[in-house]
Protein backbone atom coordinates (compact mmCIF):
# COMPACT_ATOMS: atom_id res chain seq x y z
CA UNK A 1 0.00 0.00 0.00
CA UNK A 2 1.32 3.73 -1.10
CA UNK A 3 2.25 5.67 2.04
CA UNK A 4 2.35 9.20 1.39
CA UNK A 5 3.10 10.14 5.12
CA UNK A 6 5.99 8.08 4.65
CA UNK A 7 7.37 9.45 1.44
CA UNK A 8 6.92 12.91 3.51
CA UNK A 9 8.93 12.30 6.20
CA UNK A 10 11.64 10.35 3.41
CA UNK A 11 12.10 13.55 1.90
CA UNK A 12 13.21 15.06 4.76
CA UNK A 13 16.62 13.19 4.10
CA UNK A 14 16.96 16.31 1.80
CA UNK A 15 17.23 18.56 4.33
CA UNK A 16 20.06 16.30 6.00
CA UNK A 17 21.46 16.42 2.26
CA UNK A 18 21.40 20.33 2.26
CA UNK A 19 23.28 20.49 5.81
CA UNK A 20 26.05 17.87 4.51
CA UNK A 21 26.25 20.46 1.70
CA UNK A 22 26.76 23.43 3.51
CA UNK A 23 29.50 21.40 5.24
CA UNK A 24 30.88 20.50 2.51
CA UNK A 25 30.47 17.06 2.97
CA UNK A 26 29.81 16.01 -1.12
CA UNK A 27 29.45 12.57 -0.72
CA UNK A 28 26.63 12.57 2.42
CA UNK A 29 25.09 15.22 0.27
CA UNK A 30 24.76 13.79 -2.73
CA UNK A 31 23.27 10.38 -0.80
CA UNK A 32 21.15 11.85 1.41
CA UNK A 33 19.34 13.70 -1.23
CA UNK A 34 19.31 10.49 -3.65
CA UNK A 35 17.96 9.05 -0.70
CA UNK A 36 14.90 11.10 -0.51
CA UNK A 37 14.38 10.87 -4.14
CA UNK A 38 14.08 7.44 -3.94
CA UNK A 39 12.26 7.23 -0.60
CA UNK A 40 9.53 9.13 -1.83
CA UNK A 41 9.56 6.91 -5.38
CA UNK A 42 9.18 3.59 -3.26
CA UNK A 43 6.83 4.63 -0.46
CA UNK A 44 4.37 6.59 -2.85
CA UNK A 45 4.43 3.29 -5.86
CA UNK A 46 6.11 0.64 -3.83
CA UNK A 47 7.34 -1.06 -7.36
CA UNK A 48 10.19 -3.84 -7.11
CA UNK A 49 12.69 -1.17 -9.18
CA UNK A 50 11.85 1.51 -6.36
CA UNK A 51 12.79 -0.87 -3.54
CA UNK A 52 15.63 -1.99 -5.04
CA UNK A 53 16.81 1.10 -5.82
CA UNK A 54 15.64 2.53 -2.46
CA UNK A 55 17.65 -0.49 -0.65
CA UNK A 56 20.91 0.90 -2.34
CA UNK A 57 20.43 4.14 -1.58
CA UNK A 58 19.80 2.99 2.07
CA UNK A 59 22.43 1.28 2.54
CA UNK A 60 24.98 3.73 1.14
CA UNK A 61 23.67 6.06 3.83
CA UNK A 62 24.07 3.49 6.90
CA UNK A 63 27.60 3.41 5.60
CA UNK A 64 27.88 6.84 5.10
CA UNK A 65 27.19 7.39 8.56
CA UNK A 66 29.79 4.92 9.72
CA UNK A 67 32.42 6.75 8.12
CA UNK A 68 31.00 9.90 9.11
CA UNK A 69 30.87 8.94 12.66
CA UNK A 70 34.62 8.15 12.83
CA UNK A 71 35.49 11.45 11.08
CA UNK A 72 33.31 12.93 13.99
CA UNK A 73 35.36 11.15 17.02
CA UNK A 74 33.86 8.94 19.62
CA UNK A 75 30.51 11.57 19.48
CA UNK A 76 30.06 10.55 15.48
CA UNK A 77 30.62 7.11 15.99
CA UNK A 78 28.64 6.63 19.31
CA UNK A 79 25.60 8.29 16.98
CA UNK A 80 26.12 6.38 14.35
CA UNK A 81 25.99 2.94 16.17
CA UNK A 82 23.47 4.04 18.40
CA UNK A 83 21.08 5.58 15.47
CA UNK A 84 21.21 2.18 12.95
CA UNK A 85 21.01 -0.09 16.21
CA UNK A 86 17.62 1.59 16.76
CA UNK A 87 16.85 1.21 13.00
CA UNK A 88 17.78 -2.45 12.96
CA UNK A 89 15.62 -3.04 16.17
CA UNK A 90 12.47 -1.06 14.77
CA UNK A 91 12.73 -2.69 11.22
CA UNK A 92 14.46 -5.62 10.66
CA UNK A 93 14.84 -7.43 14.57
CA UNK A 94 11.92 -9.85 15.68
CA UNK A 95 10.30 -6.91 17.52
CA UNK A 96 9.67 -5.08 14.27
CA UNK A 97 6.22 -6.84 14.43
CA UNK A 98 5.42 -4.48 16.62
CA UNK A 99 6.76 -1.73 15.53
CA UNK A 100 7.26 -0.92 11.82
CA UNK A 101 5.34 -4.63 10.85
CA UNK A 102 2.48 -3.75 12.99
CA UNK A 103 -0.42 -5.13 11.58
CA UNK A 104 -1.96 -1.89 12.06
CA UNK A 105 -0.52 0.63 9.41
CA UNK A 106 -0.64 3.60 11.03
CA UNK A 107 1.35 2.21 13.87
CA UNK A 108 3.50 0.43 11.50
CA UNK A 109 4.06 4.00 9.48
CA UNK A 110 4.71 6.09 12.80
CA UNK A 111 7.44 3.80 13.69
CA UNK A 112 8.94 3.86 10.33
CA UNK A 113 8.48 7.93 10.32
CA UNK A 114 10.03 7.77 13.41
CA UNK A 115 13.26 5.91 11.52
CA UNK A 116 13.33 8.46 9.10
CA UNK A 117 13.13 11.47 11.40
CA UNK A 118 16.32 10.21 13.62
CA UNK A 119 18.08 9.36 10.63
CA UNK A 120 17.86 13.12 9.50
CA UNK A 121 18.58 14.37 13.08
CA UNK A 122 21.60 12.06 13.26
CA UNK A 123 22.78 12.53 9.80
CA UNK A 124 23.13 16.55 10.65
CA UNK A 125 23.96 16.45 14.21
CA UNK A 126 26.95 14.01 12.71
CA UNK A 127 27.93 16.79 10.45
CA UNK A 128 28.40 19.39 13.15
CA UNK A 129 30.69 16.95 15.06
CA UNK A 130 33.16 16.65 12.12
CA UNK A 131 33.35 20.40 11.86
CA UNK A 132 34.05 20.57 15.57
Not at 50 to 54: G, L, N, T
Not at 90 to 107: A, F, G, L, T
Given at each position: MNSPTLALSGSLFSVS????????????????CLLAMTSIWYHCQKSTP?????QIALYSIVARSFLDGYSGGVPGILLACSINLYNYI??????????????????GDRW?????????LG?????????V
Open positions: GLVAYQYQNYSTAYVSAYVIDIYYSPYSYYCCHHPSIRIHMSIHCLAVIILQQTWIK
